[in-house]
């Protein structure tokens, strides 16, 4: 494009990765954490997984979920029936007690490890981790951006992909 400072091309500019994976897995970025509640004492933990059936039958499977680098052991087994060429979450809620929280200076990660296992075969047939901090935010009028009831400042953003046909 002659009015653009560079011309993008076409075709693959990036890493590429072929992954493979039985009919039945943990969906790709299937595995949401959010931490609704967080105070210094302790914090509740989400862990929202989807599971993605590609055969032609209903699957029955257990997702089993595990808290590490927790102070307590923390594991959660759900049953889930994933329909034909469907798919389907279920979540399940923690407690953390005494959290490190995450913070530009201390970021401290926690990971939840997924594995699911069909329930006649009683084996694993996917595994994936997902690591997230455990923190707190808000914007506020008066104090800007808020991370764990520090105000924090904001210099930038990297923001090169966003803006159209000359974002790249």
């Known amino acids: 494009c002659p009015t653009s400072r560079w011309y993008s091309g076409s075709g693959i500019y990036r890493h590429v ?19 609704p509640e967080v105070t210094g004492d302790k914090a509740t933990v989400n862990v929202e997984v989807t599971v993605e059936n590609e055969s032609d039958k209903e699957r029955a499977a257990t997702v089993v979920i595990h808290g590490t680098q927790l102070k307590t052991s923390l594991s959660e087994l759900l049953p889930v029936k994933v329909p034909a060429h469907g798919t389907k979450s279920v979540k399940a809620t923690f407690t953390v007690q005494n959290p490190e929280l995450w913070s530009t200076d201390n970021p401290n990660l926690y990971e939840a490890a997924v594995e699911l296992k069909e329930m006649m075969k009683d084996e694993n047939i996917d595994r994936q981790t997902a690591k997230y901090g455990i923190r707190s935010f808000s914007f506020d009028v008066e104090k ?12 930038g953003a990297c923001v090169h992909h966003d803006d159209g046909i000359l974002g790249s």
């Open 17 to 35: 990765w072929l992954e493979t994976m039985p009919a039945l897995h943990i969906a790709e970025n299937g595995i949401f954490v959010t931490t």
């Open 144 to 155: 800007g951006f808020v991370l764990n009831g520090q105000p924090v400042l904001i210099n």
